[in-house]
């Protein structure tokens, strides 16, 4: 299972910023992509960041995955919230959220209990 997450903004340098965060974080290395959209008839030529992939897997990928969010919009120092998305349901996560929190935003997406 695959989940999308985007910071609020159309920023490339969060996405990316997000993607080294999340890779760093054990279980999750590997699991994650920058997804590049193909642009609008409006816009100029080349592709543009615009969510991040996550691949779900077994042994608890939930939880450090809620983990690592929350720490990073910790670390973002109050500058929004992300958007996190399964199978087309979405929802909002503030900065400042408890991890535990996040996993439970998470596992319901995903359609699986939390750790909690």
């Not at 608890?60 to 500058?79: H, K």
């Not at 408890?98 to 439970?104: G, K, N």
Request: proline share 4%.
């Amino acid at each position: 299972m695959e989940i999308s997450i985007r910071p609020d903004g159309e920023n490339a340098q969060e996405l990316v910023s997000l993607k080294q965060w999340l890779s760093t974080q054990r279980g999750l290395g590997g699991r994650v992509r920058l997804v590049h959209t193909a642009p609008e008839a409006e816009q100029l030529s080349g592709a543009a960041f615009d969510l991040l992939a996550v691949s779900l897997g077994a042994g608890g990928t939930v939880s450090v995955l809620a983990g690592a969010l929350s720490a990073w919009l910790g670390a973002r120092g109050g500058r929004g919230a992300i958007e996190i998305e399964v199978d087309g349901r979405r929802l909002s996560v503030p900065e400042g959220t408890d991890p535990a929190e996040v996993e439970r935003y998470i596992a319901m997406l995903v359609g699986q209990p939390s750790g909690n």
